[in-house]
């Protein structure tokens, strides 16, 4: 790093917010993402249509996340909680039982 008149108020402020600061995007708890809630980061919200669905099960399978889990019939259920809107599961439904919608909210 080329030295700059800057160079000590650079440090000085990296270590005053280095010790007030804890990391971001570090899981320091495991399984805390169950408690960290994601679904209010979408724009755009997958919307099902069970009369179209044959249980491929491709949304399931690609969803990123998971946000969607199997019913007792074996139909995708969304959780919205935490479901970022990608629309992965709408690019990967054969039969367009899922389109995506912006959120509403």
């Not at 440090?11 to 209010?40: C, D, H, L, W």
């Not at 249980?55 to 479901?83: G, H, W």
């Amino acid at each position: 790093m080329a030295e700059t008149p800057f160079k000590a108020e650079i440090e000085r402020v990296q270590k005053e917010y280095s010790e007030k600061m804890t990391p971001g995007a570090i899981a320091t708890i495991p399984g805390s993402s169950v408690i960290n809630k994601t679904g209010s980061w979408r724009v755009f919200m997958p919307e099902f249509y069970k009369d179209k669905c044959v249980r491929c099960y491709l949304c399931y399978i690609y969803c990123p996340e998971p946000a969607i889990y199997l019913d007792e019939e074996n139909y995708p259920v969304f959780d919205y909680d935490y479901c970022k809107g990608c629309g992965i599961c709408a690019n990967e439904c054969p039969t367009d039982a899922i389109i995506m919608v912006r959120e509403t909210k």
